[in-house]
């Protein structure tokens, strides 16, 4: 979980229930365009054996062509590299095989996943953010802004944020515990105010004390469970089971 210092994206759920993103620093960031960067040299290294494979005169070749047709071919090296951030973009959920790695995504300022419009309009800024050398201009806005955003994500209105991935083994046994509910008909419908007061308890369980993490927990299998005092007690015997039961509680709503 981010620090109360580090910056963050505050988004909800469609369960209306409050996460907060930690926002990808330019740490990050360098890291990702650094693999994304070593990828594409090696794409185009490759490309330049093969022609010259076709092609024996390298210089001879590019010294005939037309100023023209230069200047098409440096404009078509940043089509290939701004198609290859846009698409990965858009087919990989807003990561590149860079970010990916390094553990980023790109997102929508209101946490949805990016669009094909975001993406194409915060790559093509790049060509601006590299101004004047080694991406001055990008790096420049992503120290000064608050969310860490270079300017193709000011316009776009998008931000990187990074993936926390949270280790679930800790929080229950060895062997899952068996999830029974009552009877249908036996437990009264559960209204919306009642399923978001459990989704939010289930959100931020992990990060409750353990004491008040069980005492909370019990308390909402007695409210909305509709088990016996025989069934409470195996229930809350059984570790993770409290979790396991308001899950499968909810979900027998839907």
Same mark, same amino acid.
């Given at each position: 979980?981010?620090?109360?210092?580090?910056?963050?994206?505050?988004?909800?759920?469609?369960?209306? $229930?409050?996460?907060?993103?930690?926002?990808?620093?330019?740490?990050? !960031?360098? %890291?990702?365009? *650094?693999?994304?960067?070593? &990828? =594409?040299?090696?794409?185009?290294?490759?490309a330049y054996f093969v022609f010259t494979l076709l092609v024996s005169?390298?210089?001879?070749?590019?010294?005939?062509?037309?100023?023209?047709?230069?200047?098409?071919?440096?404009?078509?090296?940043?089509?290939?590299?701004?198609?290859?951030?846009?698409?990965?973009?858009?087919?990989?959920?807003g990561q590149t095989p860079g970010k990916r790695l390094v553990g980023?995504?790109?997102?929508?300022?209101?946490?949805?996943?990016?669009?094909?419009?975001?993406?194409?309009?915060?790559?093509?800024?790049?060509?601006?953010?590299?101004?004047?050398?080694?991406?001055? $201009?990008?790096?420049?806005?992503?120290?000064?802004?608050?969310?860490? !955003?270079? %300017?193709?994500? *000011?316009?776009?209105?998008? &931000? =990187?944020?990074?993936?926390?991935?949270?280790?679930?083994?800790?929080?229950?046994?060895?062997?899952?515990?068996?999830?029974?509910?009552?009877?249908?008909?036996?437990?009264?419908?559960?209204?919306?105010?009642?399923?978001?007061?459990?989704?939010?308890?289930?959100?931020?369980?992990?990060?409750?004390?353990?004491?008040?993490?069980?005492?909370?927990g019990a308390r909402l299998v007695e409210r909305y469970g509709g088990?016996?005092?025989?069934?409470?007690?195996?229930?809350?015997?059984?570790?993770?089971?409290?979790?396991?039961?308001?899950?499968?509680?909810?979900?027998?709503?839907?």
């Amino acid at each position: 979980m981010s620090s109360p210092a580090s910056p963050s994206l505050d988004v909800a759920t469609p369960e209306r $229930v409050s996460l907060s993103l930690p926002v990808a620093g330019i740490g990050y !960031r360098c %890291l990702a365009y *650094l693999v994304d960067l070593a &990828l =594409l040299f090696s794409f185009w290294v490759l490309a330049y054996f093969v022609f010259t494979l076709l092609v024996s005169d390298v210089v001879g070749f590019f010294q005939g062509l037309s100023g023209l047709v230069r200047t098409l071919m440096v404009v078509g090296v940043f089509a290939t590299q701004w198609v290859y951030w846009t698409l990965c973009e858009v087919l990989m959920g807003g990561q590149t095989p860079g970010k990916r790695l390094v553990g980023i995504r790109v997102v929508r300022v209101d946490g949805s996943p990016v669009g094909v419009l975001e993406s194409a309009v915060r790559n093509l800024l790049r060509v601006v953010d590299s101004f004047p050398l080694i991406y001055a $201009v990008g790096c420049l806005s992503i120290l000064l802004t608050r969310q860490h !955003r270079r %300017l193709g994500d *000011l316009l776009a209105g998008t &931000l =990187l944020v990074r993936e926390e991935r949270i280790d679930l083994d800790k929080y229950t046994a060895a062997a899952a515990p068996s999830v029974v509910l009552p009877p249908a008909g036996v437990t009264a419908r559960l209204a919306s105010g009642d399923v978001e007061l459990i989704l939010s308890f289930l959100a931020r369980a992990p990060w409750l004390e353990p004491a008040a993490r069980t005492r909370l927990g019990a308390r909402l299998v007695e409210r909305y469970g509709g088990l016996d005092a025989q069934q409470r007690a195996t229930l809350l015997a059984a570790p993770g089971g409290v979790e396991s039961f308001l899950r499968a509680r909810v979900q027998a709503e839907r």
